[in-house]
């Protein structure tokens, strides 16, 4: 255990703590949710850490640099970023799966340009996103948000 | 209520799915390691690492999602975002947007009717920015994967950019609207 999982278990268990002095009835309902999503969630964990260990064993790292590391340039970067714009999955995956990309020689700038496309941009749930909010909007956002996903990418290439 | 029962039909039917999928990983891997067993041990070791890694601070990560979606309400959302203005709108937005939890799509209704409600679409922008990517249970998991000095990084940069495209967009809109209305009025005058 390393004093990140232990500042998350003290963090978490501090909430629960205040939730349960404030309305235990709440503090109850907060933990069956807490439950059922976990129950929820771990299929695809596995299926995830499945990936991750295929991917670190068989593809080598020269190959994966190549695509997303130092020397991809600005194309490997905007490949990354649309990869992240439409698939669609739990952001909560999406960590361990960038860790595994940059443990196998992927750039800080990929992987974060990945995690906030994959976040900020929902290519799946684009057709709700204009119904509730309308074209402008949601085609402004997204588009935005590619462009900023970016910028923020490379910036924290520069600084890390 | 007939809505709910079909919700939690969908999301049985989405835990088959994930099931399936996993099995179907599962075989694919076992067959993977048996055509290339010098490989087995170290596919095993990354994936029980990234398992164990996963599972010490998931509970935690989960208990904190559960407790922001209990104690938060959507009404207040929208009760404190629909009048507020300025720049305080747009931080009172991020900050309305991190802490209630579920995917992005839950939150489109909010923003619709916060936009309904009068609210800046500069602190709607931030409301869903934030919604997507600065949650509070999802830094956590940001943190253990990829370290203080990433998470931070990035949780300062998205702030800042989120602001600037929330304002620009607002601007954006503004000024399309305006041209619109210049055009609709240029027309008439011909006519």
Not at chain 1, 16 to 24: G, P, T
Not at chain 1, 41 to 57: F, H, N, V
């Amino acid at each position: 255990m390393n004093a990140t999982t232990i500042f998350i278990n003290i963090f978490a268990l501090l909430c629960l703590i205040l939730a349960l002095i404030k309305d235990k009835n709440k503090a109850k309902k907060a933990l069956i949710i807490a439950a059922t999503s976990l129950f929820r969630i771990i299929p695809t964990i596995l299926i995830i850490i499945l990936i991750i260990g295929l991917l670190l064993g068989f593809v080598p790292q020269s190959r994966i640099s190549i695509i997303v590391g130092e020397q991809a340039g600005i194309l490997g970067v905007f490949i990354i970023a649309l990869f992240g714009a439409i698939l669609h999955i739990p952001s909560l995956i999406s960590f361990p799966l960038a860790s595994s990309l940059l443990r196998s020689g992927a750039s800080y700038t990929s992987v974060a340009v990945f995690i906030t496309t994959l976040t900020m941009i929902g290519f799946v749930t684009l057709p709700l996103e204009i119904k509730e909010l309308g074209k402008k909007i949601a085609f402004l956002r997204n588009g935005l948000s590619f462009i900023i996903a970016i910028i923020i990418g490379i910036i924290i290439g520069i600084i890390l | 209520m007939k809505k709910h029962i079909e919700k939690k039909k969908m999301q049985k039917k989405g835990i088959k799915r994930d099931i399936i999928i996993f099995v179907f990983f599962f075989v694919f891997t076992i067959i993977l390691l048996s055509i290339f067993p010098d490989k087995k041990n170290v596919i095993l070791k990354i994936s029980w690492n990234f398992f164990l890694e996963m599972i010490l601070i998931l509970p935690a990560v989960m208990i904190l999602m559960g407790l922001f979606s209990v104690f938060i309400h959507r009404e207040t959302v929208v009760k404190y975002l629909g009048k507020a203005g300025g720049i305080k709108a747009v931080f009172l937005g991020i900050l309305m947007g991190a802490l209630p939890t579920g995917p992005l799509y839950v939150a489109f209704p909010i923003a619709s009717a916060l936009m309904k409600k009068g609210a800046k679409i500069s602190s709607v922008i931030a409301f869903l920015s934030a919604w997507a990517c600065i949650k509070i249970p999802q830094e956590m998991v940001e943190l253990q994967f990829l370290g203080a000095k990433f998470m931070i990084a990035r949780l300062v940069l998205t702030i800042v950019f989120v602001i600037i495209m929330g304002i620009l967009i607002e601007k954006l809109i503004e000024w399309s609207d305006e041209n619109k209305k210049n055009m609709g009025g240029e027309k008439n005058a011909s006519i």
